[in-house]
């Protein structure tokens, strides 16, 4: 694939120079990019035009053309986003440790880039502008393959940026976009390994799973969120339907948002009636064992594969416990090591859950809601993390870098 | 493969009760196995043999003989190796980070066992017991799949491991060892994605390659490497040539050993005469550039492959650079992320050198042998990571070990 070899050694270009760029001149690269993209939202907004009218004839969801279209207020939004990248504080160049041997080796632990990154998204013009503001400040090269849904819009938005660090005499190729649409294509960039250190997947389960599969590049895994909350005997249960009706209902399409409820049986008489009220007077369809169906009237038969799902939709599975051993055995079953949380007045319920409970982000009497880079204090974020190597949860600047180590000596031989 | 799979619920199994046990049992149990691995050694050395006979029947190479050969006092350092290990603070349950957000939520960033860890290694049974102290000590249980030649050893270790568990009424499947040799087990273990959270290869470059082509388990790449010196025209000539023999020659099939040399062409003249000499005396072959031909009469000519060259062997490829930037640029070229040394009295080459070289350790005026998990003062180490996700160079208990974030709250919805 010479098209990819191609835009590989580019990559390794740019990265060697960015990683000799102060952090002021990348801060006024992103906010000099932030401009041209409100400035050129007309040139962007015709290349939306053209895909979402494709996207449209080719039948496109309601959901999925929403979340595609672009509007001067979403240009806005993206401009936004580089400009609160620019504020925040580069990472790069931390030392992280520092440490002096017998042999007088001095250990310098170095913060710095990861070098190329990979982005393989689906068709959300946003995360082009994103992941270029987050991969450019921390010093890395980025090479991007949206879905090709939003072909056009991406490939302007990619433009944009490219225009605007040519004038700064930045190499543009610190963003580049894959724009052969063709499959083949795709899997080839997972075994770009030679010049891409890292492979971000955004985007649902079966991308994330296609990306997994097929990459030789180490992978980090994002987005797929079987969340659950567990309504402990000791729940003060008046909180407890607030937290529950928000994680499901808030916001229905996102990867923290609670998809199987467990409830300790004990609580169940007292308890499920009034939260299948609630669940009902939010259109939420509840799916449960033979206890919730007896307790629910409404709630129908749920399958072992109910337990599994990430429904993303106005569905929520339910199970009955015994205790809260038994809640965090199913749950480490089934959930997808996002984000769980526990409803208990009981420290020691609380306890056993946060450290039993084997997720990126265990919760006690909050909503699982709350995983996101920016509630986090991150000040920004490239996805949420569901493995548990180099970076757990939401991923800001920090975890799109790496370490070195840099050793001084004065010619010590082992 | 119900074989598999069966191993993969044990090792789960067996992870949650890890996690539950004090760093006292931990520590007990390791200093007991110890015991047990000096008591049982002519079970281990009985074993051995059984092996050693296979092995050399099958016409193996004198050195892997001699990697896969046990003798009392090998067994001995195993012990104490896991005796070590008990000396080690334990990392797990550190409170990495912690804070408050405004809505009052409270977090912690706690470090906490990967969980399950698989290895996969060469005849070397040494290992056996090195990866279980290791993964134990950190509360992980571990999967080790070893190389079919060490088969009789790995087994007798992992039996008096696993008799030690028990007796402390620790779960034994906190270390398993695959016994079924057939290669359609070790790929599908890589992909036993379900239960293993992290698959460490540990051997040479061809199975790293296969680990990282096959496996959809997060891997971690270690040890092959392809280690440079840089000889810079500001270099101290008199100490160049004992680090250069020390970093080639003081053991020559390890990874941090020396492979490539680049000299600085204003220097050749005066320098590679005597270095010649110096590695002719240590019996290491030359294969160098035309300018190092002209000046060392021993060497032959050097191909592009030998740059790309891990010899693991007395031969060193050799070039003349014009400046630090070509030596940088060269290096980043052909060498694989693990360590590479610049030799020079001249702090801003040397700057330029630890800043633009892409490798896990950049030496200034050392060899590059002390890239080491003892030598950096880790106490311990698994491997020489040379990717860049989750860690880099020596990885010691820390490296095995994740973190997960603990939040409290009061009712907080979004």
Chains 1, 2 share one sequence.
């Not at 895909?51 to 039948?59: H, L, P, R, S, V």
């Not at 090591?337 to 409803?343: E, F, G, K, V």
């Amino acid at each position: 694939m010479e098209y990819l070899e191609n835009l590989g050694q580019k990559a390794v270009e740019a990265k060697c120079e960015l990683q000799k760029l102060t952090e002021t001149v990348k801060n006024n690269a992103l906010q000099s990019a932030a401009d041209a993209l409100v400035r050129e939202t007309e040139r962007i907004l015709v290349a939306n035009a053209k895909d979402y009218e494709i996207a449209k004839q080719n039948g496109m969801a309601e959901g999925l053309l929403d979340r595609l279209k672009l509007t001067p207020e979403r240009i806005e939004g993206m401009a936004e986003g580089l400009r609160q990248i620019a504020e925040l504080n580069d990472p790069v160049g931390e030392i992280m440790e520092s440490f002096d041997r017998p042999n007088g080796l001095h250990i310098n632990k170095v913060r710095v880039p990861m070098g190329v990154i990979g982005i393989i998204y689906e068709a959300r013009p946003n995360v082009t502008a994103d992941a270029f503001g987050l991969c450019f400040k921390t010093g890395n090269a980025v090479i991007l393959k949206g879905g090709k849904d939003a072909f056009y819009s991406n490939a302007a938005i990619t433009e944009v940026i490219r225009e605007t660090l040519t004038q700064k005499q930045i190499s543009a190729d610190a963003i580049q976009l894959i724009t052969d649409n063709d499959r083949a294509v795709t899997t080839a960039f997972m075994q770009l390994k030679q010049y891409v250190d890292v492979l971000i997947p955004r985007g649902g389960a079966g991308l994330i799973r296609a990306v997994v599969e097929n990459s030789t590049i180490p992978v980090i895994e994002t987005g797929t969120g079987n969340c659950h909350i567990y309504v402990d005997e000791d729940a003060d249960l008046k909180q407890a339907i607030p937290i529950i009706i928000n994680a499901k209902t808030q916001r229905i399409g996102v990867c923290n948002a609670c998809e199987s409820l467990l409830v300790h049986e004990k609580i169940a008489d007292r308890f499920l009636p009034a939260l299948g009220e609630a669940l009902k007077e939010n259109s939420v369809e509840i799916r449960g064992d033979e206890r919730v169906r007896a307790l629910i009237p409404d709630a129908t038969d749920a399958t072992e594969e109910d337990y599994g799902r990430e429904y993303l939709d106005y569905i929520i599975s339910m199970k009955t416990v015994s205790c809260v051993e038994e809640a965090v055995a199913h749950i480490n079953r089934y959930n997808t090591r996002h984000s769980d949380a526990i409803l208990t007045e009981n420290t020691e319920h609380a306890e056993k859950f946060l450290q039993g409970v084997d997720s990126a982000c265990v919760y006690v009497n909050a909503s699982t809601r709350f995983t996101d880079g920016f509630v986090f204090g991150f000040g920004a974020e490239i996805g949420i993390s569901t493995q548990k190597l180099h970076a757990r949860g939401p991923m800001g600047l920090r975890e799109l870098t790496t370490y070195k180590y840099m050793i001084r000596g004065n010619g010590q031989i082992r």
